[in-house]
C-alpha cells in the first residue's frame, strides 16, 4: 500500500492525514523472472538485457512489466486499458550495456 497525502483525497480519505491506494499491476502467470521482464518490454521496443533488470528489485521488475503489458494492450485497440507513464529506470537501462554493471553489488 503507497500513503498519499491527504491533498489527494479524491481516492478515499483513510484517517485525518493520509488516504491509501493499492495498485493493481499485470503479473506473469508463473514467477517473475529478468527473462520474461526482457521479453515483455521487448514486445514494446525497449531492449534491455535480462542481466540489467537482474539488478532491479522485484518491484521495479513488476512495474515494467506492467507498464510494457498496458502499452501492449493499448496499441492492440484496447483503449479501456488505462496507461501508466514509462518507468524512468526502464528508460536508463535501454541505454546501458550488460558489461556496465559487471562487479557491481
Known amino acids: 500500500m503507497h500513503r498519499l497525502p ?11 492525514e493520509t488516504i491509501q491506494v493499492r495498485l493493481t499491476l499485470f503479473d506473469p502467470r508463473e514467477r517473475m523472472t529478468p527473462e ?6 521487448l514486445l514494446v521496443g525497449a531492449e534491455v538485457s535480462p542481466v540489467i533488470i537482474a539488478r532491479w528489485t522485484l518491484h521495479e521488475q513488476a512495474l515494467a512489466y506492467d507498464w510494457a503489458c498496458r502499452r501492449h494492450l493499448r496499441a492492440s485497440d484496447n483503449n ?7 518507468p524512468w529506470f526502464v528508460t536508463v537501462a535501454e541505454t546501458m550495456h550488460p558489461e556496465e554493471t559487471d562487479g557491481q553489488e
Open 36 to 41: 520474461i521482464t526482457a521479453d515483455m518490454l
Open 80 to 86: 479501456h486499458v488505462p496507461s501508466r507513464p514509462k
Open 6 to 16: 491527504q491533498a489527494q483525497a479524491c481516492l478515499g480519505v483513510m484517517d485525518e
